[in-house]
């Protein structure tokens, strides 16, 4: 299959990002089960679910890098639209979280880390080795260092915490705006082998995809409703099994 640009949307990277959106879909189902005592798992301690988390949010930053750089060229109006729309998810699950869950509402999750990530970005997308050199230390940095500063309530969202706060979701810029930077790296890396001719790459307003590659439309189509997802799937999840499991 091309790796092809629809309507202004390249394909593969909503195809990446459905496939994100449905492991993520299949955790939060699973941390539902466990809420709802149909499972018993530990997922702030188990190994597996804690690196099946960073994989998905690895993931999906990762895709937010190379999206920067691709839609660089597509002017102020539609970064800041995209902002505006970050900015208004990020606090709808805020006050979604916190009337759900009062003690432990989301107060810097992963839409309100790619709102702030988008407008730190924004000054580095000129750069390329130094991105991937940048982020890499900024990954490690995050991981190894913290300090008793970073635990006062009002700087939790930079990260470098000497404990993880209480919260339904949590993602600070340390260490994770090093994967973004890492994710614009890639992106610039495939756009200038690209131009230089190294990848065949079609870039037209059409579908082409082969009969054998339809069913990738399916995530590509979850790709390109990835907010929309992400905001309704956890509401229906929960309302649901309530339903099932209370009545």
Do not use: C
């Amino acid at each position: 299959m091309s790796v092809l640009k629809i309507t202004g949307r390249w394909l593969a990277i909503d195809i990446m990002r459905g496939f994100a959106v449905i492991l993520m879909v299949g955790y939060h189902f699973s941390f539902d089960l466990n809420y709802f005592g149909v499972v018993h798992q530990n997922f702030n301690y188990s190994v597996f679910w804690l690196s099946l988390r960073a994989l998905i949010v690895s993931w999906f930053l990762i895709l937010v890098g190379i999206s920067l750089e691709f839609a660089a060229g597509s002017g102020n109006r539609h970064y800041w639209k995209r902002i505006a729309r970050l900015v208004a998810a990020a606090l709808a699950v805020t006050i979604g979280s916190y009337l759900m869950f009062p003690q432990s509402f989301i107060f810097f999750g992963i839409l309100h880390f790619i709102a702030v990530a988008s407008l730190i970005a924004r000054f580095f997308l000129r750069f390329y080795w130094i991105n991937l050199l940048l982020g890499s230390v900024i990954v490690v940095f995050g991981i190894a260092y913290s300090n008793l500063w970073f635990d006062q309530r009002w700087v939790q969202w930079i990260g470098l915490m000497t404990y993880k706060p209480i919260t339904e979701d949590y993602v600070p810029l340390f260490p994770w705006l090093g994967i973004v930077f890492v994710g614009m790296f890639l992106g610039k890396a495939f756009l200038r082998m690209r131009a230089q001719g190294k990848l065949s790459v079609q870039r037209q307003n059409k579908e082409v995809l082969s009969p054998s590659a339809g069913l990738l439309l399916v995530p590509a189509w979850i790709g390109q409703h990835s907010l929309a997802i992400y905001l309704l799937h956890q509401p229906l999840l929960l309302g649901a099994l309530y339903l099932l499991l209370k009545h």
